[in-house]
């Protein structure tokens, strides 16, 4: 694409899940007042990260992102924030114990509040209204009101992404995610009864193990201890609302091109990756690493083109793969397009996302996801990889730390369909609750061993 770059030049581009406002002069002005205000990250944790996924496609880390489906601005509290980066925490220090690789740690947060659809408007009683496209957009509530776009809520998304990243920033500071006592991160659900003796006992000996390490090290001398007890989040959304994307991006002091001061890792949705669309367009001209989804109907031939469009220099760290194909597709989808990316010699770093490819609805129209399914997706697209020679350097999970009852099954949770309506709070797709997260990362951690003995072995 030889055509100049401006934060704009994707308005000329066919875009798909658009919103449409009723009153474009309200956005406008909403956007002006946005591109005034500081930027929520710098250049320098984006180039931060970036080196760490350049090293993540070398095989030296591995990544953990995510987070809700839906960030809400009602869930901007503090308990829901501390109990997400909990089991993050938690998960990533089984990932780590299990891959002996540090763990990057994304969350699907500070600014999750864009949502496509696969349907524009939603249908209950006979009334047909705009569906929910994210808080960043219009409400959940199924009223004329609350569905109607509101420009007002880019800056509401603005604020609670500020708040939220605040609030994150000074837990990490202040000690709570110190390393040294993996005591602090545990959620309080540990100590209830309910949690079935091999999470309890797997998630302990990851643990102290880990602390045993930290032990080890710090008696060595060799790390500062700030060094190996740091605990670092970054933030990632999709980066469906490009006036919001736009409104953020701008050139930094010293620094060559345009960076996109939103979140430090932004990600293209399966719907949105039209490689001569609007969002293809807008995310050619900035420096952050970028995600992309690829969903089943991604061909080899749009993923080299994407390739091509998105980092034409082939430059390390800019492009995470995030494939999402379901577990009834992955074995035939996902192997053409690692051998075509194989072929091109492109540099990406390969992400598992079982969630979006696994979702059904229930015979009472609630949605959900089987625990067996996003294990055997997560499970055969290891085995893909290693069929190819290639690697898996990231998962990808829909989850929360509370108690929610939206995905089916798990050995610790076992929740069936009649348990759905206990606490089915999320405002989009079904996440795993923390015992499902934890045990996810659990049997993940023991396939990355598995992995890891086969390849030391002579
Ligand atoms: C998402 O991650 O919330 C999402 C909508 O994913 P996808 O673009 O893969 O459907
Ligand atoms: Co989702």
């Known amino acids: 694409m030889s055509h100049p770059w401006s934060t704009d030049s994707w308005r000329a581009r066919k875009r798909a899940q658009a919103t449409a406002y009723e009153d474009p ?10 591109a005034q205000l500081p930027p929520l990250v710098t250049s320098w944790e984006i180039e931060r990260l970036r080196r760490q996924v350049a090293e993540a496609q070398e095989g030296k880390r591995f990544l953990l992102q995510g987070g809700d489906c839906a ?8 308990s829901i924030i501390v109990n997400k980066l909990k089991i993050l925490l938690q998960m990533s220090l089984v990932l780590v114990e299990a891959a002996l690789k540090p763990v990057i740690r994304v969350g699907r947060f500070a600014g999750q509040y864009a949502k496509p659809r696969s349907h524009l408007t939603e249908a209950v009683g006979g009334v047909e209204l705009p569906s929910y496209f994210g808080d960043i957009v219009n409400r959940v509530p199924f009223t004329a009101d609350a569905r109607r776009p509101d420009p007002g809520l880019v800056l509401g998304a603005y604020h609670h992404a500020a708040l939220t990243l605040n609030f994150i920033r000074s837990l990490s500071a202040g000690g709570f995610a110190d390393a040294h006592h993996p005591e602090y991160w545990d959620l309080s659900f540990f100590q209830r009864a309910a949690v079935p003796e091999n999470l309890r006992t797997g998630y302990e000996h990851t643990t102290a193990k880990v602390g045993e390490a930290l032990r080890f090290m710090s008696a060595l001398g060799e790390c500062s201890i700030a060094d190996l007890t740091r605990v670092e989040f970054f933030a990632s959304h999709d980066a469906l609302h490009l006036e919001y994307e736009s409104a953020q991006t701008q050139p930094v002091p010293r620094r060559t091109g345009y960076y996109d001061l939103s979140t430090h890792f932004p990600w293209i949705g399966d ?4 490689v001569d669309g609007a969002h293809v367009e807008f995310f050619r001209g900035v420096r952050n ?6 969903g089943p109907s991604a061909s080899p031939d749009e993923v080299v083109a994407l390739l091509k469009a998105l980092n034409p220099e082939n430059e390390p760290g800019r492009i995470t793969l995030i494939t999402r194909m379901g577990a009834d597709r992955v074995a035939e989808r996902l192997a053409p397009l690692v051998e075509a990316v194989k072929f091109t010699g492109g540099r990406v770093l390969w ?6 490819g696994n979702t059904h609805e229930t015979p009472s129209g609630k949605k959900t996801r089987y625990f067996a399914e996003i294990l055997s997706e997560v499970e055969q697209t290891f085995d893909v990889h290693a069929s190819l020679g290639s690697r898996v350097g990231g998962v990808h999970f829909e ?4 108690d929610v009852t939206e995905c089916l099954g798990g050995d610790g949770s076992a929740i069936t369909e009649a348990d759905l309506p206990r606490n089915y709070a999320t405002a989009c797709d079904p996440r795993l609750n923390y015992r499902q997260s934890l045990e996810m990362a659990l049997l993940i951690g023991r396939r990355l061993k598995a992995d890891r003995r086969q390849e030391a072995a002579p």
């Open 351 to 356: 992400v598992v996302d079982p969630m979006h």
């Open 25 to 34: 002069k309200q956005l406008e002005s909403a956007l002006r007042k946005l």
């Open 71 to 78: 960030e809400t601005f009602a869930d901007c509290r503090p």
């Open 271 to 274: 719907r949105t990756r039209q």
């Open 399 to 402: 989850m929360t730390g509370e």
């Open 289 to 294: 690493p970028i995600g992309i989804k690829l």
